[in-house]
């Protein structure tokens, strides 16, 4: 997640989460698959911004790693971010 992501719009919700929030906490090199660790629809519904804004992150980088944080799965071994 760049500062660039912020204005980056993407013609599928599927195409945003991955690039906007799968790809960032892969990255971390904490989880190496983000759907495992957390709930990653949640976390879209709560940072992406839908069909009639253009699928794009709309929080700031601290609210997406909190939003990240509440949607861990309790059952993940080792925990998450």
Excluded: C
Excluded at 5 to 30: C, K
Excluded at 39 to 58: M, T
């Amino acid at each position: 997640m760049t500062t660039e992501s912020a204005t980056r719009t993407y013609t599928t919700r599927a195409e945003a989460i991955q690039h906007e929030i799968i790809d960032p906490i892969e990255a971390s090199g904490e989880v190496a698959d983000a759907r495992t660790a957390y709930d990653v629809d949640a976390i879209a519904d709560e940072v992406l911004g839908d069909y009639s804004e253009g699928y794009r992150l709309r929080v700031d980088v601290g609210t997406f790693w909190r939003t990240v944080k509440r949607h861990a799965r309790n059952d993940f071994p080792g925990g998450a971010l």
